[in-house]
Nanobody
Framework: QVQLVQSGGGLVQAGGSLRLSCAAS????????MGWFRQAPGKEREFVAA????????YYADSVKGRFTISRDNAKNTVYLQMNSLKPEDTAVYYC??????????????????WGKGTLVTVSS
C-alpha cells in the first residue's frame, strides 16, 4: 500500500511558476514509477508527466513539454512537478499517482495503482 500526500498548488498569473510536491509513505517508493495527471472542469483526467524508478527518462505530454519538469528524490520519498510559463489552460486539479510498472509512451489514468487526493492549480489570464 502506498499513500500519496500532495502539497503546493494555488493561484498564479499566466507566465508564472508553481511547484507541486507529492510525498509517499512506505519503504517501496523507489520501486514505483510516478506520474502527474490533471483534470479540468468538465474534462477527463489527462496525463501530464511520468518518471521512472531511477529518475531517468521522464516522459511528458506534448501540452507541457518544455514548460514542466518532473523529478523525484527517492531519499525523501517525494516526487515533484515544477511548472513554468503557466497558461490559463493549465488550470486543473493536479493528481500524483504511482504505478508498479513503466508504460513508456502510453500513460493513462487506468495504468496507475495509487493516487493522491489532488491539488488545485488556477492560472489567471
Amino acid at each position: 500500500q502506498v499513500q500519496l500526500v500532495q502539497s503546493g498548488g494555488g493561484l498564479v498569473q499566466a507566465g508564472g511558476s508553481l511547484r507541486l510536491s507529492c510525498a509517499a509513505s512506505g519503504r517501496t517508493f523507489s520501486s514505483y514509477a510516478m506520474g502527474w495527471f490533471r483534470q479540468a472542469p468538465g474534462k477527463e483526467r489527462e496525463f501530464v508527466a511520468a518518471i521512472s524508478w531511477s529518475g531517468n527518462s521522464p516522459y511528458y505530454a506534448d501540452s507541457v513539454k518544455g514548460r514542466f519538469t518532473i523529478s523525484r528524490d527517492n531519499a525523501k520519498n517525494t516526487v515533484y512537478l515544477q511548472m513554468n510559463s503557466l497558461k490559463p489552460e493549465d488550470t486543473a486539479v493536479y493528481y500524483c499517482a504511482a504505478a508498479r510498472r513503466w508504460y513508456g509512451g502510453s500513460w493513462s489514468a487506468g495504468n496507475m495503482d495509487y493516487w493522491g487526493k489532488g491539488t488545485l492549480v488556477t492560472v489567471s489570464s
